[in-house]
Nanobody
Framework: QVQLVESGGGLVQPGGSTRLSCVAS????????MAWYRQAPGKQRELVAR???????NYVDSVRGRFTISRDNAKNTVNLQMNSLKSEDTAVYYC??????????WGQGTQVTVSS
């Protein structure tokens, strides 16, 4: 089992920045991929960014150039730096991990609201 706990987020003004963090615990040696997903009201959950244990990162087109995903394997953390935020970035953000044994785990989610 792997447990994921997110922190960060909250209310941010348009154009502002915030940082999300996720700490993994449990069988962390199995972790391969870590990612951030988001789900806006009335919409499906979508992948925002993902990063492998080797540091290779990918982003959805709508956030590329504004968001940066980073990972600290020694601390079992993954972060998402979110800059130039827009109202359409408002969503619940979920931390996700995929292990080498094919297991999938989710965090509980953290709300990010972009509004003036």
């Amino acid at each position: 089992q792997v447990q994921l706990v997110e922190s960060g987020g909250g209310l941010v003004q348009p154009g502002g920045s915030t940082r999300l963090s996720c700490v993994a615990s449990g069988n962390v040696a199995r972790i391969y991929l870590m990612a951030w997903y988001r789900q806006a009201p009335g919409k499906q959950r979508e992948l925002v960014a993902r990063i492998t244990d080797g540091g290779s990162a990918n982003y959805v087109d709508s956030v590329r150039g504004r968001f940066t995903i980073s990972r600290d394997n020694a601390k079992n953390t993954v972060n998402l730096q979110m800059n130039s935020l827009k109202s359409e970035d408002t969503a619940v953000y979920y931390c996700y991990t995929h292990t080498t044994k094919g297991e999938h785990y989710w965090g509980q989610g953290t709300q990010v609201t972009v509004s003036s």
